[in-house]
């Protein structure tokens, strides 16, 4: 898909049609579109009712920052907030952290989102799973064993200053990188400011700056301008140092790392950096990928499809999969890019948001169960037969029912 200025719309075409090349126009006027998407998102906000969180609508980080806190405060015996990096513009980077407190380490899972900050489904699906973990705890025996077995480690917003320079006005709703320069003839440009002075490229991809294949020919660029900029060096941008060195001190805990992207609807594995290099764990790779993509099919019939990132999408160096891979020893390492495919892009209208999360919500309880029961793992559909994939409880006898129901019916991948 290409975006194309208005001034240059014309001739663009006409060049395409010199070629014979065809096209198809999926949006007249991209800005109308931003700016009805950001309308609709404040009616939304309107009838919020107040002391709930709003999982069908999009929300600014304050908002975001804040339901972490209250959902820490309101379920103490299960969720912490923790704090696992700073950002560029010294703003907190934060998780919760979902378990049962144990004397022994716990194997643990981790998630992150929002490392693009134009991806808002991200952000967004991710504060969904934490309330399905938080409120179907002694109800549902499935999200109970995994929270009672693991710790979850959730991080809705990696690009804090990008995502909150994504909403400071509509010309910058399409901004992945973060804010951070590094030029000491560059003022910057601050989230809550309408002027750059002196700076004309800010930002690096939180997405090419990890150690690990970092700067290759292919897969990122050295341009400061470029949406792939690698940054100077390996890990020089905070964020990544901050996220990078908790994992690390959790070596052989965290034994899942999702990374949640948009858009494209791929549940994706290592390698990213090479198409040709296949790992050594691609066998279990693609058996959990094919019991998480099953799981998501069922909910609302959605397909993702899955592969090794440099096979299904491109080339990516210095990426987090591959690092978390390949250096912090993770086996079972995936990039999800979530809804759609190719219609709405980033701006996922409003009526996506809970079906997106509810169909990822069974695919992550995939990934637990496979964590905690390993390669043997026999696939058990949950939620059985489909039948929570409204998001929500069902009745604790109907739900202990279908439970009994699916384990009888055990389906073998």
Not at 212 to 219: A, N, S, Y
Request: glycine share 6%; charged share 20%; net charge negative.
């Amino acid at each position: 898909m290409v975006t194309v200025g208005a001034s240059i719309a014309d001739e663009f075409k006409d060049l395409l049609h010199d070629y014979k090349l065809s096209f198809e126009i999926y949006v007249e006027d991209y800005r109308e579109s931003i700016e009805e998407h950001l309308r609709e998102n404040l009616r939304l906000a309107e009838d919020d009712k107040v002391g709930e969180f709003n999982f069908a609508r999009y929300h600014p980080y304050n908002e975001i920052r804040q339901y972490l806190t209250d959902t820490a405060g309101r379920y103490s015996n299960l969720a912490t907030v923790v704090t696992v990096a700073h950002t560029f513009e010294g703003r907190p980077v934060l998780a919760l952290k979902i378990g049962v407190a144990k004397n022994t380490p716990k194997r643990a899972v981790w998630i992150d989102a929002g490392v693009h900050a134009r991806e808002w489904i991200a952000p967004a699906t991710a504060l969904y799973f934490i309330n399905q973990l938080v409120t179907r705890y002694g109800h549902d025996q499935t999200v109970t064993d995994l929270v009672e077995k693991l710790d979850w480690y959730i991080a809705p917003v990696i690009n804090v200053d990008g995502y909150i320079y994504s909403w400071s006005h509509p010309a910058r709703r399409l901004w992945r990188k973060s804010t951070s320069y590094d030029n000491s003839t560059c003022a910057g440009e601050n989230a809550d400011t309408t002027t750059v002075r002196n700076c004309t490229c800010l930002g690096v991809d939180l997405n090419r700056n990890w150690d690990v294949h970092w700067g290759e020919p292919i897969g990122s660029s050295w341009d400061p301008c470029s949406g792939t900029y690698h940054g100077r060096s390996p890990v020089s941008e905070p964020e990544v140092k901050g996220v990078s060195d908790f994992i690390l001190q959790r070596r052989g805990e965290i034994q899942a790392y999702l990374s949640l992207h948009s858009y494209g609807q791929l549940w994706m594995y290592p390698y990213g950096y090479n198409a040709t290099k296949v790992p050594k764990d691609n066998k279990d790779h693609v058996k959990l990928s094919e019991i998480a993509t099953a799981a998501i099919r069922k909910v609302h019939g959605k397909q993702y499809q899955h592969g090794r990132v440099a096979d299904i999408l491109y080339v990516a160096t210095g990426n987090s999969k591959d690092w978390a891979y390949e250096k912090a020893g993770i086996v079972h390492s995936y990039a999800i890019e979530l809804r759609d495919v190719w219609e709405y892009g980033f701006l996922l209208p409003h009526d996506q948001i809970l079906p997106t999360a509810q169909e990822l919500f069974p695919a992550f309880i995939q990934v637990g169960l496979y964590v905690w029961d390993g390669p043997n793992y026999e696939y058990i559909p949950y939620p059985a037969s489909g039948a929570e994939s409204t998001g929500r409880l069902l009745d604790s006898t109907v739900y202990q029912w279908l439970l009994a129901t699916s384990l009888m019916m055990r389906i073998f991948i």
